[in-house]
């Protein structure tokens, strides 16, 4: 080969393949995986609270990379159903899950790893789709016990790779994103690249309340609660948003715990639900919470159609 011949080669330069597709965060509840949605795409697109069951819906994140658009799908977490709401949260969960192009299984580090765990690592042996282990808060555990988790992820689950990772503090993060990449599929962007969601800030609001009910409530409330946004405007001129909101409970009592003593309890969700909404939409907001009864509604499939959910 001639000399000039091996110089031009030498300088050419491949692209690679850009790829995009739908990645399904899924595991049982309280795994984490909607803290690593909010790391991996970079902003909060959903709602994290310490309590289970918090994610109730299908929330997407978007994070567009300019090798890789990966459009994350967090799911609500897989539990013994005790009311219909928590059979049509589960129903959600595994229509994405098979439905995806790639699923990543979170799991926490512990060893032995919890019996959750192991029942979602034997359903996702049955998922088609590529699979990724993602094994969460590796902070909190001593390096022996992270490799005998690791160890038995990959005997419960022999065909998924496994890349453990801390959702909280970003660690190994990178790693994760790396993997998921190589296993999509190649094609361009699928959505908008300069967004990072597909929830409307309507959706956004509703959410917010709820977190910072969860957060500020105990016991049973946050669980049969839901939060309705019956009026948004936006005042342009005033950079001001007005959202009007109903926190739904399921039974009288709840109510009064909820709205508190002269009122305290329901203002002070409602200060720390406004202050999270200015600082996510850049508005000055008036927000007005009311607190409404809808009996029993988490075991009627009709009203919790008609919530939205």
Not at 136 to 160: H, M, S, T, W
Request: aromatic share 4%; glycine share 6%; net charge positive.
């Amino acid at each position: 080969m001639p000399p000039w011949t091996e110089s031009r080669t030498k300088n050419v330069t491949v692209a690679k393949p850009h790829r995009a597709g739908f990645v399904t965060l899924g595991g049982r509840t309280n795994v984490g995986k909607s803290t690593l949605l909010n790391r991996m795409v970079g902003h909060k697109v959903a709602i994290v609270t310490p309590r289970p069951q918090t994610t109730r819906r299908r929330i997407l994140g978007i994070r567009s990379d300019p090798d890789a658009q990966l459009i994350f799908v967090d799911t609500p977490g897989l539990h013994r159903p005790r009311s219909a709401l928590d059979h049509h949260m589960i129903e959600i969960a595994r229509r994405c899950l098979g439905e995806s192009e790639v699923v990543v299984g979170v799991v926490e580090a512990s060893a032995p790893l919890s019996e959750g765990d192991r029942a979602f690592l034997a359903e996702l042996r049955e998922i088609k789709a590529p699979r990724i282990v993602a094994v969460n808060k590796i902070d909190r555990v001593k390096r022996a016990e992270l490799f005998a988790a690791v160890e038995q992820c990959g005997l419960e689950a022999p065909e998924a790779e496994i890349v453990p990772v801390s959702a909280l503090k970003g660690g190994n993060v990178d790693e994760l994103l790396a993997v998921i990449k190589r296993v999509l599929p190649e094609g361009p962007s699928l959505m908008p690249e300069d967004e990072y969601t597909d929830q409307s800030e309507r959706m956004i609001a509703a959410e917010v309340v709820r977190e910072k009910v969860f957060l500020a409530m105990r016991e049973e409330v946050p669980f049969s609660t839901a939060v309705v946004v019956e009026n948004f405007v936006e005042e342009p001129d005033r950079k001001l948003l007005r959202i009007d909101a109903v926190i739904v409970v399921a039974r009288e009592a709840h109510k009064g715990m909820l709205i508190g003593v002269g009122g305290r309890q329901l203002k002070q969700i409602g200060t720390a639900a406004r202050l999270e909404l200015e600082k996510m939409l850049g508005a000055h907001v008036f927000l007005q919470l009311l607190v409404k009864v809808e009996k029993d509604w988490t075991r009627s499939l009709r009203k919790i159609a008609e919530l939205g959910l």
